[in-house]
């Protein structure tokens, strides 16, 4: 039974559904989730959980996200990005100091207003079902943060060299639009913009380094062999080692255990003695609690 994290480096054109779907016939595999959506258009790292590392994805999405963008100056379209219908182009006279100039306003929390074409739900209706059916609802904003947000110097490798484009790279939090921002930022410069390129480049601490294509996983002899270790996850906690049978049984058992020797509060991923991860579990004083589990039961 096939168990752990796949890295993926999504294809453009593909959705993050269509990667899952694929997956599950390659590793004949039903329980299988990824970590955070990709746009069609957009390439690059998608953490796909399978088998019991499934109970792993929402700790995935909580992660820091880090992508390379193109802005594309002039363009504004109905989905913020060259896949929508343009809807305005404007003259451009923009120098790579004036776009420097209003770059220190997207860095930090910022509020975003969600796009019309994405999933998030009003009343029950997707955002994107509203819009296709020509409705346009008041959306409130949203805190994001933006953790860094640098102008390159040249296009990143495999992105097209287009007029009046210019390319970033960004880390934010969860929840952010990066097509959002590309469209705010052109707001902000008087001519409007979109993003005509994404890659993502890291999901927590899962890179580009570490995944693999749906080439690869479709043509290896084994392809479970391919994937990492649910506790690769949560590979910035430290590690608790629970050293008596008697504080294994409680931990799977569910159960609250009192720590002779505590190692400081905090989160901690927790072993049992032949060093089999067991949870993500946190310590609070001598107490530990699990917050989730993940041993085969």
Known sequence: MANGVLIIDKPQEWTSMDVCAKLRGVLREKRIGHGGTLDPMATGVLPVFVGRAT????????GEKEYLAALKLGVITNTQDTTGQVMEERPVSVDRAALEGVLDRFRGEIQQIPPMYSAIKVKGKKLYELARSGKEVERAPRAVTIHRLELLTQPPEGFPEEEHTWYLRVVCSKGTYVRTLCHDIGEALGCGGCMSALRRTRVGDYTLEGAVTLEEVQEAPEPAALLMPVDSCFAGRPVLLLKSAQAERKVRNGM???LPAPPGDGEYRVYGADKTFLA???????RLTTIKSFFEV
């Open 280 to 286: 993500l579990s946190r310590v609070e004083g001598n």
């Open 55 to 62: 109970r792993a994805v929402e700790f995935a999405v909580e």
């Open 256 to 258: 609250a255990l009192t």
